[in-house]
Each structure stands twice: as structure tokens, then as C-alpha cells.
């Protein structure tokens, strides 16, 4: 056996190596480095190749416009002419629009004289999906879509509609936030360039009509109505160590409206303004009042223009150049703020309406501090005059969808459907004890009829339909996101999986992990059927499950698997998205065997292949998600049930296909998967024995058979004994371990037993392990206290995200180890009970690791609202 398991450990890591292998080979534009002056030098196609997604162009000149675009030539003719062919614009000169990453898609585009796409290439992504799920050719396919089409072109991912006259284009199965986003920066770049050179008419505003009252407002007036604005950066927001000064904070206003101009500027300054300005132009100022940086920068000296600033209305983009710059020596407003630096902006475009609203960028660079790279980072504010200030109100104003409401809005039917199904299989488990009772061991239909509904469906609708299976990753990211930076976008950009995630913790709390990796998992249901199929198709003689001892060995494989992905996670969500390749799921239901290289598909055949004899063996012994949902299933609410008899009784534990039930009969609801065979067998006459014998007395001695109770025995005649004389002296299988007294935390809530309770969560020594451990309890006060000298140094700024939750996590590792010396109990059940059992090593684990989650995921978010921890 050691033989076989040594080799099999070598076929699994040189598998697992094949499955890495792939995503590296292919990485092409994943993160790829770019010019750190890409976004401000001359010469784009100095950096990057124009000549790629423009065929036939000869040469190429520096940027013009704005936003900036790049225009195509032809090799010149005999005269020496250059004909102009059409632009090539850099996506994220016009539009910043994040995909399923939180960050944008860049590409270089091409578009010809008539408005046609002519070529499109992606520079850089972040996608994790398409550098492991998907191949990067898709994306490059999905932009092959575009070549030909017009800017005018009411293009969307989907199907056609003729009759609306919307192009549809083919999405990726398994990444529509990725390509509904790029859809989105293809056309508005397209129509911003093609609105410059005169493709698109421009936009036309109606002007601002403003009720002027001639009232002089207090600066604090001005904030409340909203007119004039702070622009804040973080030093961290570029990549620099926090600190208690902004690395620039700004504020800005509107100087168009009479009342809003004459209160910033005193009656004689806006005078003065207006009379240098032409009709139609408008008028905005801005001051920095912290931070070192200049908002104005150095290129308006090198060429005239302010490279830190930008406008933005719509679609359009307005840059300032020196011309457009007054001096702003001093606002009148009472109570302004002192400022080191100031200036009056012009806004000369015609399309320009203070009416409508508008934002202000200012743009920068983020330095990588792990790799040294720049990325190109705006930050913008939004300002809208207050509608009391405009004659009529506020104008209509329909603003670009997010893409994430637009995939809601596309996929409305299907996610109802979804909810209704996963309601549905909620109420039905609830109500599972009135089918387990119309259910015998010889006839499981009433429970089985919809389990393997909920099968059918699980893999058809949700697994290869919706492709919703829910992943390990997803989790990291949730945890990523809880403790750097929570984005509710990321997390609404595939509604199917959003509602699963609902219904999943919801349900966990309440059950276990049971109902979802029972019922609903598509790649648990797809196992669990091939395995109910192979004993069907003649194979059961070959069927059964490992050894005990061994079962009890390898189901902590899976908890080591989610532990590591964790850790290796906290140093590259790259590489733990690699190794979270141990899940088959993106190669069964999101990518497809046929589209994946050899090694993934090997994989996938392998433990379906394996499910024909063992039941389920991927959700016992491998599967992190699994694991990461049995921790909390250690404190569900509501639990399977269990009689005295049980622990004399092994009738359940042998038909159990989990292996959940040990030798006392307790289910271990961290592995259970609640196939509810038990519970038939739990009020089943003739298949329960001690329920068997019971009848079979009353029977001979002429007794009343009455209706089995709800404690899983016949409600009892006086003078019969319930219980068997074996199963009285031994242990409760009722309770997942031997119940503990705490006098000082039972009884009723109060205010004394609050704070007892607190402290028992929050201090994990005690007396009993001061007497048997005392030499780890004086290690673990040393490390509470270097562990609060870390979280402050992490206040002051001296310490970096990843150093303290490398200190939580080694924290957590020895609270585990003195709780077991000392406060061995864990809750059961709900928060607010009091019920308290003895801890195994797996329930401290459990409780201490969620625990800290917590507290830890509370401290980072109250250290960075106020700024005080590094990214």
C-alpha cells in the first residue's frame, strides 16, 4: 500500500505540473510591462506596434487631439504625398473601463477613413481567467469580430436583432465581464477619435440656464451644494508607503454660475474673468491644499499643455493647454481653505455644458513596489450643479450602464430561474424529515425523487447552462477583497454565481455544507451519478470505498490543499490561480475537455473515471472548496439527527457513502453530504434494528405500536424502557463530542455574561493551561504582544499588508495549539446559545481560523479607512 500511494502521489504531482505548464507556455499579453511613458510620450508607435492593427500603413505621427489618437499614412507617391489612411488610438488614453479584474483591457486600435475597425490588439490584461481558464486566443478571436465593422454600428455581445438593427457579437463562454467591458472601450474609443476628425457629428448640449438670486456663498454653503468638490490621493493609491498628508488633495469648482462665480471670485474678480473669456465658454478652478505634488505638471513648460489634468463630459475629454490657464491668486468665499497652488482653467470646447454633469481627472503613476513597474492611474471626481441653481432643474442625462447592470438585465430570466431553483431546493430540504418518514431503506423515492432532480438539474442548468459552479478562487478573491480592497463590481459581474454565493453561505450556516456539495454542486453531482450509473451498468461488484483507516487519513488532504492555496495566495494570486487548477471545474463546465490542452482533459477523465467505483472521491479527499465550506459547517445551526441507539448500531454508519458516521455514531457534518439515508433509517421500522427489535417485542408481548416521536423512537407505552441497555452507558451520538458545563455562561444573556463571553473569544489562556503549559502560555503572551507591536507599526506605516497577515496567520496557528491545552470547547449550534461541547483538533481549527477572519478582516478595514496600512 505504501508502494501505490508513493506512486500515486508522483502521478498527481506530475499531473498537477501539467496542468500549471499550459497557462505559463501560453501567457502572452497577461501583465505584460509597458512603456512607463506610454501615456504621455509623442511617439505611441515608438512603443507599441501601430503597424500591426493598421495593414498598409506606411508611417505614423505623433499623437494628436484629444483624446489623443495617432494618424496612418500611406507610402508616399511620386510627388512625395502621404495619404492619409485613418488613426490608431491606445484604448486607455480615452477610457479607463475595468473588466472582470478591476482593471482595463489595454488595446491599440485601428480604424480606416470610413469608420471601420481595421485592426485590434490586446497590449496588456489582467484576466487570471483567460491566462489558466481560457486561452488568450480567445480574446484575440473575440476582437477578430470587430474588423469591418463601423463605429456607427450598434454593435452588442449576444445574439443579432435585426429588426433593432444590433450586430451581435459571440462572446466567451466563461468570461462575459471581460468581453462585455471590452465591447464597451472598442466603441467608445471608436466613436471618441471619429468625433474629432469628423466621422460622428459632435455632441450637442443645451447650454446651462442658471437662476441667479445674486446670494453671496459661504464656502461651507458651496460643499453642501455640491459645487465645488475635493479630489483626494493616497499615497498608497500610487504605490508610495502611507503617510498622514495626501500625496495630493485638491478642490474644484464650477465658476459659471453668477452666484457660485461672484462667491469664489468677489463681484469684481468674476467680472474680470467673463470679460476675458468668449461666448460660449466656460470656466472651472483649481486648488491643491495638501500634498507635495503639482497638479499642473511639467509638460505645460516642455509643450504647452497640463498633462496632470483632464475634463471629462460624456465622451468627451478636454485637455488644457497654456492659453486656457489664469492666474487664481485668492477665493473670497468665507471659510475657503489656504492653498500652495491654484489656477483658472478655460473650457473653449462647444460641447461643453455646465449644465450637464462632468468630472475632473487628475492623472498620474502607480508604481509596482513588488516589480518597480508604472502603470498609467487617473483619479476622478464628479461634479453636477445643484438643481436649485438651473432654471427647469437638472436635464435628463443617460449614462453609460455599467457592464455588470447590463449582464444583470441580459441574464434576468435565467437568474430568476436560478433563484427559484435554489429556493425551491432550500424549502425542500427544510421540510426533509416529512420525506425521510414516507421513506424505507428498501424505498428512498420520496427523498430520492428530488435529490436526483436537483442532480439533473445541478449539472445541466447550473453546471453546463449557466456554467455557475461555484470555485476555490472565488473565495481567495472574496478573502482578498475583505481585506485590500472590497469592489462590489467584481463580485455582481456573473449573477448566477453571485446568487449561488448567497444561498451557499446561507445555507452552510444553517446546514452545513452538506445541501450544496450534496445537491447542488454540479461537479459533485456529475460524480455521484456516474457512480449511481456504474452500479446500474453491472460495475457495483467492483464498487465500495476506501478502508477506514485510510479514509481517515486522506480527507485532511483537502483541508492542506485550501490551507496552502491560502498561504500561497497572500504572496501571488497568479500562482494560486495556477495551482487552484486542482479543480476540474473550468475544464468540465466553463472551457470544455475539447478546448483545453491533453493534461486538463487527462485530469478531468481521471476522476470521473474513479467515480465509477468510489463515490465521490474528489469531494472527500481533494476538493479545497469543500474544505473552505467545512469549517464553518463545524457551528450549522441544524443538524442531522441522532438517537442513544446509534452509538450501538452501525447500520448507518455502513450504508454511509460519505464516511461520515465513525464508529459512536456521530456524523462528522464537515464531511456529511446529506444523501439523508440516515434519516430514512432514523424512523424506518423495519430498517432501523433497534426500531426493528422494539416493534417485533411489542408485537409478541400485544403491545400498542404507536407513531415514532421525534426523538427517533416509538412514543412510549409506561413501563417500556426506549432505550437499548447497551447503548445507555455509552456515548451521546447526539452531540458531535461530549458536552461541556461552563457555569459562568449559562443561564440567560446579560451584560456580565457578555463580557465573559467576550473574553473568552478574544483570550485564549486559562488557568487549567497556565498549570499544564506554562511554557507556552509565557510564549504565547510574547507573541500577543509582538503580534500588537506589528498592528501598530502597521498604523504608523512601518508595515506592510503581507507582514501582518503572515503575523494573524502564525497567531492563529499557536491560539489553536493553547486552546487545546486549556479552553478545549468550542459553541454548537447558534451564536447566541450556549451550548458548549469538547473540541477536537479540526473543531478549534474551525472555530479558531473563522474566528480570527473576523476580528482580522474588521482590523484591516478599520487601518485602511482611515489610511493607515500599506497595500
Not at 436583432?161 to 472598442?186: C, F, H, M
Not at 481517515?552 to 497572500?570: E, H, N, Q
Request: proline share 6%.
Amino acid at each position: 500500500m505504501k508502494y501505490l500511494t508513493r506512486h500515486v502521489a508522483a502521478f498527481c504531482a506530475a499531473l498537477l505540473f501539467l496542468l500549471v505548464l499550459p497557462g505559463r507556455a501560453h501567457a502572452q499579453a497577461y501583465e505584460a510591462h509597458l512603456a512607463d511613458d506610454l501615456a504621455t510620450t509623442p511617439e505611441l508607435c515608438a512603443r507599441v506596434p501601430c503597424a500591426e492593427v493598421f495593414p498598409g500603413a506606411a508611417s505614423f505621427s505623433q499623437r494628436k487631439g484629444q483624446p489623443p489618437y495617432v494618424e496612418a499614412y500611406a507610402a508616399p507617391d511620386a510627388a512625395g504625398q502621404k495619404k492619409l489612411l485613418g488613426w490608431v488610438m491606445l484604448s486607455t488614453d480615452i477610457t479607463d473601463t475595468p473588466a472582470y479584474s478591476g482593471k482595463p483591457v489595454v488595446t491599440l486600435i485601428g480604424m480606416d477613413r470610413d469608420g471601420r475597425f481595421v485592426g485590434v490588439k490586446v497590449l496588456k490584461h489582467s484576466e487570471p481567467i483567460l491566462l489558466l481558464g481560457i486561452p488568450e486566443a480567445a480574446l484575440v478571436n473575440f476582437n477578430q469580430q470587430y474588423l469591418g465593422r463601423k463605429i456607427t454600428d450598434s454593435i452588442e455581445v449576444g445574439p443579432s436583432r435585426p429588426a433593432e438593427n444590433v450586430i451581435g457579437v459571440d462572446a466567451i463562454s466563461g468570461a462575459t465581464v471581460t468581453v462585455v467591458a471590452q465591447n464597451q472601450v472598442l466603441m467608445t474609443s471608436g466613436q471618441a477619435v471619429a468625433r474629432q476628425v469628423g466621422l460622428i457629428a459632435p455632441t450637442q448640449r443645451a447650454p446651462a440656464r442658471y437662476v441667479a438670486s445674486g446670494k453671496r456663498y459661504s464656502w461651507a454653503e458651496l460643499v453642501a451644494l455640491g459645487v465645488v468638490q475635493p479630489l483626494v490621493v493616497k499615497p498608497e493609491q500610487v504605490g508610495l508607503p502611507p503617510g498622514g498628508a495626501p500625496f495630493i488633495e485638491l478642490w474644484f469648482g464650477d465658476l459659471n454660475h453668477p452666484d457660485v462665480g461672484r462667491s469664489l471670485l468677489g463681484a469684481a474678480g468674476f467680472e474680470s474673468l467673463r470679460s476675458r473669456m468668449k461666448e460660449g465658454e466656460h470656466a472651472i478652478f483649481v486648488v491643491r491644499t495638501a500634498g507635495a505634488e503639482s497638479f499642473k505638471g511639467s509638460g505645460f513648460v516642455r509643450g504647452g499643455i497640463y498633462d496632470r489634468l483632464q475634463l471629462k463630459q460624456g465622451a468627451d475629454l478636454i485637455t488644457f493647454r497654456d492659453l486656457d490657464y489664469f492666474n487664481l491668486y485668492g477665493l473670497e468665499a468665507a471659510g475657503a481653505p489656504s492653498f500652495t497652488e491654484s489656477g483658472i482653467f478655460v473650457v473653449r470646447s462647444p460641447a461643453f455644458s455646465a449644465a450637464y454633469p462632468w468630472k475632473l481627472a487628475f492623472l498620474g503613476n502607480r508604481v509596482d513596489r513588488a516589480t518597480g513597474h508604472r502603470t498609467f492611474a487617473v483619479f476622478e471626481q464628479k461634479l453636477w450643479l445643484s438643481a436649485e441653481l438651473l432654471q427647469g432643474g437638472r436635464p435628463q442625462v443617460e449614462e453609460p450602464t455599467a457592464p455588470w447592470v447590463r449582464i444583470w438585465k441580459s441574464k434576468a430570466l435565467e437568474t430568476t430561474l436560478f433563484a427559484l431553483l435554489l429556493l425551491g431546493v432550500g424549502v425542500v430540504y427544510a421540510f426533509r424529515e416529512r420525506l425521510t418518514r414516507l421513506s424505507t431503506h428498501k424505498n428512498k423515492w420520496p427523498v430520492n425523487a428530488f435529490k436526483y432532480t436537483a442532480w439533473g438539474l445541478s449539472i445541466a442548468f447550473v453546471g453546463f447552462g449557466l456554467m455557475a459552479q461555484p470555485s476555490i478562487t472565488q473565495v481567495l478573491t472574496w478573502f482578498h477583497a475583505l481585506l485590500f480592497q472590497w469592489t462590489w463590481s467584481l463580485f455582481l459581474s456573473d449573477p448566477a454565481i453571485f446568487v449561488f454565493w448567497i444561498f451557499i453561505i446561507a445555507t452552510v450556516f444553517l446546514f452545513g455544507r452538506g445541501l450544496f456539495c450534496g445537491w447542488l454542486c454540479p461537479f459533485g453531482s456529475l460524480s455521484e451519478a456516474l457512480y449511481k450509473i456504474g452500479g446500474k451498468l453491472g460495475l457495483k461488484r467492483w464498487q465500495g470505498s476506501l478502508p477506514r483507516r485510510w479514509h481517515d487519513r486522506l480527507k485532511w488532504l483537502k483541508y492542506a490543499i485550501f490551507f496552502g492555496l491560502l498561504a500561497v495566495s497572500m504572496f501571488s494570486m497568479v500562482t494560486a490561480e495556477m495551482l487552484a487548477e486542482v479543480e476540474p471545474f473550468k475544464t468540465t463546465f466553463l472551457v470544455g475537455i475539447t478546448n483545453r490542452a491533453w493534461p486538463y482533459g487527462l485530469f478531468v477523465a481521471v476522476l470521473l473515471g474513479i467515480s465509477l467505483f468510489i463515490e465521490r472521491p474528489y469531494c472527500k479527499y481533494i476538493c479545497p472548496l469543500g474544505a473552505a465550506l467545512a469549517m464553518p459547517s463545524t457551528f450549522r445551526w441544524f443538524g442531522l439527527k441522532r438517537k442513544q441507539d446509534c452509538n450501538s448500531c452501525a447500520a448507518c454508519g455502513k450504508g454511509c457513502g460519505s464516511l461520515a458516521i465513525d464508529a459512536d455514531g456521530r456524523i462528522d457534518h464537515r464531511e456529511c453530504l446529506h444523501c439523508l439515508d440516515c434519516m430514512v433509517l432514523y424512523t424506518d421500522v423495519g430498517g432501523c434494528p433497534p426500531l426493528a427489535r422494539e416493534r417485533k417485542r411489542r408485537e409478541r408481548d400485544g403491545l400498542l405500536i404507536t407513531p415514532i416521536g421525534k426523538d427517533g423512537y416509538y412514543i412510549p407505552i409506561d413501563a417500556v424502557p426506549a432505550v437499548g441497555a447497551r447503548a445507555v452507558g455509552g456515548p451521546d451520538p447526539r452531540q458531535a463530542s461530549a458536552p461541556v458545563e461552563l457555569p459562568h455562561l449559562s443561564g440567560g444573556w446579560s451584560l456580565r455574561k457578555l463580557v465573559l463571553e467576550a473574553r473568552d473569544h478574544l483570550f485564549p489562556w486559562s488557568g487549567e493551561g497556565w498549570h499544564n503549559r506554562r511554557g507556552l502560555q509565557v510564549a504565547g503572551i510574547s507573541l500577543a504582544i509582538a503580534a500588537t507591536l506589528a498592528w501598530a507599526w502597521a498604523a504608523m506605516g512601518r508595515m506592510s499588508s503581507g507582514a501582518i497577515v503572515a503575523w494573524w496567520f502564525g497567531w492563529s496557528v499557536y491560539e489553536v495549539l493553547i486552546r487545546m491545552h486549556g479552553r478545549r470547547y468550542v459553541k454548537e449550534g447558534p451564536w447566541w446559545g450556549h451550548r458548549y461541547r469538547e473540541a477536537g483538533w479540526m473543531d478549534m481549527l474551525s472555530y479558531v481560523g473563522f474566528k480570527n477572519l473576523l476580528i482580522g478582516a474588521a482590523l484591516f478595514l478599520a487601518l485602511k479607512s482611515v489610511g493607515l496600512l500599506q497595500g
